[in-house]
């Protein structure tokens, strides 16, 4: 658990280079426990580079990742997918979620892979499936849920460990607008309770409603800053 106001993400002098491409430039950046910061800009500017950085799914080329005190230079592949399972819940704009594992099992394995046995694992999941409002898609298979429906289900699946941070990839970027809106309450929701939430996304509304800060970028670097008066 973290408590308020404590930082639970900070970069500092991070710069990512895929061969020649600059995804990102020098940036440094603090995130606090129970903010929720949007991240704007064009795209290519390294919106996703910078939270796969966060997510330790990708190694700075120089800088450093701190998130939940964890340096994460510092970790070994091992204790680095550790943190992933532990420390960090991703939601991505096309939910990613397994064709082959029922809603109930999708959210229930995020648990099992940190070794919670697959009875309170899938305890827990049913209870995070029914306060996201889909309890009764338990047993269905993603294919024949709908888009809002699936992205539920990320979320549950996102939250299932009671990650430090969230983060979200264009959240609503594949949904309906009726469906985006939802998906948006939903996280503003979250905010509200305390949730810390890092999300990427080109909708000036999504930022409007669910953001106390957005940070713009633009080629690799925080070109600007400000912060939200919050909508609700
Ligand atoms: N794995 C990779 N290998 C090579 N280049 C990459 C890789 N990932 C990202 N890039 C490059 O880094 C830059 C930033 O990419 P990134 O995906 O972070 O942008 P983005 O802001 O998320 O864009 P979008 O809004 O389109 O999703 C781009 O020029 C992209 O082509
Ligand atoms: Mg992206």
Same mark, same amino acid.
């Given at each position: 658990?973290?408590?308020?106001g404590?930082? @639970? ?18 940036v ?5 426990a129970?903010?929720?910061v949007?991240?704007?800009?064009p ?10 950085m ?12 701190t998130?939940?005190?964890?340096e ?8 680095l997918a ?46 995070l ?10 047993d ?12 539920? @289900? ?20 594949a ?22 939430l ?35």
């Amino acid at each position: 658990m973290t408590t308020e106001g404590e930082v @639970v993400v900070r970069l500092e002098r991070l710069r990512k280079h895929y061969g020649e491409t600059v995804a990102l430039d020098d940036v440094s950046l603090e995130i606090r426990a129970g903010e929720a910061v949007a991240v704007m800009g064009p795209s290519g500017c390294g919106k996703s580079t910078l939270l796969n950085m966060i997510a330790g799914l990708d190694r700075p080329t120089s800088g450093s990742v701190t998130v939940h005190g964890e340096e994460l230079s510092t970790l070994s592949e091992t204790r680095l997918a550790l943190f992933r399972r532990h420390r960090i819940g991703m939601v991505f704009q096309f939910f990613n979620l397994i064709d082959d594992l029922s809603a109930l099992d999708n959210v229930a394995l995020a648990a099992q892979l940190t070794g919670t046995s697959a009875a309170h694992a899938r305890r827990r999941a049913l209870d995070l499936l029914d306060e996201l409002g889909i309890a009764d898609r338990a047993d269905l298979y993603p294919a024949v849920l709908s888009g809002g429906e699936r992205q539920r @289900v990320a979320v549950a699946r996102a939250l299932m460990n009671r990650p430090a941070v969230l983060l979200a990839d264009e959240p609503t970027g594949a949904l309906d607008s009726h469906t985006g809106e939802q998906v948006m309450d939903l996280l503003l929701d979250l905010h509200q309770l305390g949730q810390t939430l890092l999300l990427v996304t080109h909708d000036e509304r999504l930022a409007q409603r669910c953001a106390s800060r957005v940070i713009a970028i633009e080629d690799g670097r925080v070109t600007g800053e400000r912060a939200m008066e919050q909508s609700a």
